[in-house]
């Protein structure tokens, strides 16, 4: 009787993973081949975790942490109007000290300084409070912002004028390279991080097209960086996120795709509003040399 073949484990185990991360789709029915399989491909079951699904936190918060620890890389929250969300959120990020992007819709106050500080995140993004908070007062100098690479700030209808004293601390971040803005955040300081943080690769204002209050506010903004790039997006925020959580062509490889074809000439110089609701060349944005 012939030997049964069976490939060597290091090399079973590459192609499990590399199928599980091309095709997340796909991990639920890879773990139950075998034992070992379960083992090496359940982490990456959790190394995207959308917490404002119920049976994603339930999920999460079954494991065990030092499981926890090792998996989960990605993490998106909202309220989402449950009255015990931010505990069971701060408990469970407590054990995910290995996220390295996060996306919240609330104050970060409302979140343990002590769970972000030890984390190493390279992907912020949050909304911007109403009210005055303690992180927002302290200009981004916080330790948690020290190892971020991809800030991005939201903020809805404004209630206040954002002020540059209070954003002051982004020009001294050393890994910040790509930064994105909600237009009433930009309105007021585009003009002054533009100048004041050279070290920034791309800046981009973020707007939906379900905000008209939104696209409208930023059609006030004057854009002259080739490093700006103001983009109407199609898509919702969590499909984004998950996106680019994923490995996938988020908004922010898809701005660098569009200064790349400025830069190349394929768009206008002029050009700075990349409208992915439209079939036609981006539209044009009057220009103005001066600081407003």
């Given amino acids: 009787m012939a030997s049964r073949f069976t490939l060597p484990p290091e090399l079973e185990r590459e192609i499990l993973e590399t199928a599980a991360l091309r095709y997340p789709e796909m991990i639920p029915p890879l773990l139950r081949i075998c034992r070992r399989a379960q083992i090496w491909l359940e982490p990456l079951l959790f190394r995207v975790v959308d917490l404002s699904h119920e049976p994603q936190l339930l999920a999460a918060e079954s494991k065990d942490p ?71 007062l302290a200009g981004c100098t916080d330790p948690l912002f020290q190892s971020i690479t991809h800030l991005d700030l939201f903020q809805g209808p404004r209630k206040a004028k954002s002020e540059w004293r209070h954003w002051r601390g982004l020009a001294r971040l050393p890994a910040l390279t790509h930064l994105a803005l909600s237009p009433t955040i930009a309105i007021d300081i585009l003009a002054d991080v533009v100048v004041e943080c050279p070290r920034l690769t791309l800046m981009v204002v973020a707007m939906y097209s379900w905000d008209s209050l939104a696209v409208k506010a930023s059609l006030t903004l004057r854009a002259t960086d080739p490093r700006v790039v103001l983009i109407l997006m199609a898509s919702t925020y969590p499909i984004e996120w998950k996106l680019g959580a994923l490995g996938g062509d988020d908004f922010w490889v898809r701005a660098e795709t569009f200064i790349d074809r400025r830069r190349a000439g394929e768009i206008g110089s002029t050009c700075y509003l990349l409208d992915e609701n439209a079939t036609t060349q981006p539209l044009r944005l009057p220009i103005n040399h001066r600081r407003t």
């Fill in 66 to 136: 030092t499981f926890l620890q090792h998996a989960v890389r990605n993490v998106h929250a909202s309220f989402e109007n449950r009255p015990d969300a931010i505990s069971r959120y701060n408990k469970l990020l407590w054990k995910c000290p290995g996220i390295i992007n996060l996306s919240v819709d609330f104050n970060l106050d409302d979140i343990g300084a002590g769970a972000l500080r030890e984390m190493r995140l390279k992907k912020l993004a949050v909304t911007v409070p109403s009210v005055i908070s303690t992180w927002y």
